[in-house]
């Protein structure tokens, strides 16, 4: 039996989050929220910035991962565990699994980036190159199933567990800062934005997602009523490249109250500013939410707002701005 | 009479540490300290570092600037400050000015870096550019003195309610981490240096500082057992460059353990680890300790260090590492 399918049947209730914060919690960083006075002023409403960025492997996905490994029973634990990932979850599932003493197994796409293929190989799990998208990603889980029929395949995104992990952070951001008048996340597959809608709306908060135009599925998704494909990969923010699963979406399609698309050069602006002004190293990915409040100041404008900044693993030689190089005297 | 002296004829107590904390407290984020299990691996000890780059302005220099202003009475809030500043002195006393509502009035030496003269226009301080040097610095406060005698000079780090301020930073450090083994901050003219040393010494703990070879006025000065002249403006860490005090001094030479000198080379290699594996913007400044740390593990290895990351105000336009432009497809 398929540990993915095991979870899944009935809808994921909010004790479930709580749950799994209480299980993942000797594990994880309580991640600060930052603030900008700066940043405020830019956009007129008091932004909380959770800060992902600063939690184990660089991104929030370490809650999903560490949760779904801490779910599984000791024979599963001993029988190991497999992804496919281009980059955070393939990291956090590694680190995760060594925390824990669990042989993990990575799929990594030939096209991922270098900085994030070193970040999973770092947690010493065993890394196997494939082709980029999704028939080679289908084939390596097919063989895996037939070839270590007792290891459990952990999905990036689409799972009780994972969803239930990832919406721990939105549980810590409101238990950190009183009266939020709203909060918002990227959407990649939408784990991260499917766990903190639950969240969002335990406490009739209004729920927001950051999405670029030119990956915007998750909005074509929201649009049709069904889950429409990525429309290509042709976006800088790496980590939100990924079709909607069927357990996020029915989470997504009920509780989120809108996605905000935003463009490449507009992603590119907001990560510089909250380089500059946050002081933190964030992704594009992470960058979408600033982005998505600068591009939509009407829906945020005198409000308190809860943006999950979502990851901070970059390549530091290779930035979407010029930088002149200052050589030492 | 002039406020600098004022102060400053007896020994500065811990005390003054903590009505300062207390006085200050409504104005300053409480810094999160973070930790990089990268870094500790590397360094074989455990990191604390208390980020004030997340401080307002993007540096600990708000701590002091504040500190003093906040001392002021009434009269002297009414006819305005002044000071000389290349960087985050400046932008710290112009921004505690505009939320306490006093005039600031800052002379930047024109080789002071852009992005740090920016900093400390946003605040709506008067700027002056004047020479590079020393004699151009003591030129203006002589100006200055004579044509606004009611207005107070506020020096950068030699006062000590500035130095006050500044240990601030390390009391909160103490109070979040229990059981360090020791502390490290970065010295320049000592302030921070200073204030941390009182904060060390009331709990017994070693406390180094790290200093740029390029740049070991104060290296020399604990040798010489006499303030040396800063020795050239040839290194990356811009926060660094200037002669200790007398008040600063008197602090150090009783209470720091030793100063460690690192190269240019290791501070930049340094910045990029933090920046990589930490997550947070730092300046090379900041980066001096964990230079430190790395270049001298015998002191280091198997303890507890407090490490205080000074500042995260960089040009991201112009960094010590070649960076290529990452084109939108």
């Known amino acids: ?44 409403a008091s932004l909380f910035f959770k800060c992902e960025n600063l939690q ?47 042989k993990v197994t990575v799929a990594v796409p030939a096209s991922a980036p270098a900085s994030k293929k070193a970040n999973i190989a770092r947690y010493h799990a065993t890394t196997v190159e494939i082709e980029p998208g999704m028939p080679a990603r289908e084939a390596i889980i097919a063989q895996w199933q037939k070839e270590r029929p007792d290891a459990s395949f952990i999905p990036p995104y689409n799972h009780d567990h994972i969803i239930a992990g990832q919406g721990t952070a939105a549980l810590e951001l409101i238990k950190t800062v009183a009266d939020l008048d709203c909060l918002i996340t990227p959407v990649g597959g ?80 907001a990560m510089r500013l909250l380089w500059q002004e946050l002081k933190v190293i964030v992704e594009p990915s992470s960058a979408t939410v600033l982005a998505a409040v600068l591009r939509y100041p009407d829906l945020f404008k005198g409000k308190r707002v809860g943006l999950i900044i979502s990851g901070g ?14 050589e030492l005297t």
């Open 190 to 269: 939408g784990g991260l934005l499917s766990g903190s809608a639950m969240v969002a709306h335990s406490q009739s908060l209004p729920i927001y997602a950051a999405e670029p135009e030119q990956v915007d599925d998750a909005w074509a998704s929201l649009q049709s009523g069904s889950i429409e494909p990525s429309r290509g990969p042709n976006s800088i923010c790496d980590g939100l490249l990924t079709n909607l699963g069927d357990r996020t979406f029915a989470i997504i399609k009920q509780h989120v109250n809108d996605i905000l698309r935003i463009s490449e050069d507009e992603v590119v602006a």
């Open 56 to 102: 184990r492997t660089g991104a929030f996905k370490f809650r999903g991962a560490c949760h779904a490994l801490l779910q599984l029973t000791k024979a599963q634990r001993a029988a190991g565990v497999y992804t496919v990932s281009s980059g955070n979850h393939g990291a956090a599932l590694a680190c995760a699994g060594q925390l824990l003493g669990i």
């Open 313 to 326: 693993n970059v390549d530091l030689s290779r930035l979407p701005w010029p930088v002149d190089y200052q």
């Open 1 to 44: 039996m398929n540990w993915q399918h095991v979870a899944g049947t009935e809808a994921l209730q909010l004790s479930a989050i709580h749950q799994a914060h209480q299980l993942i919690e000797p594990y994880i960083v309580h991640t600060p929220v930052l603030q900008s006075p700066q940043l405020d002023e830019l956009t007129g």
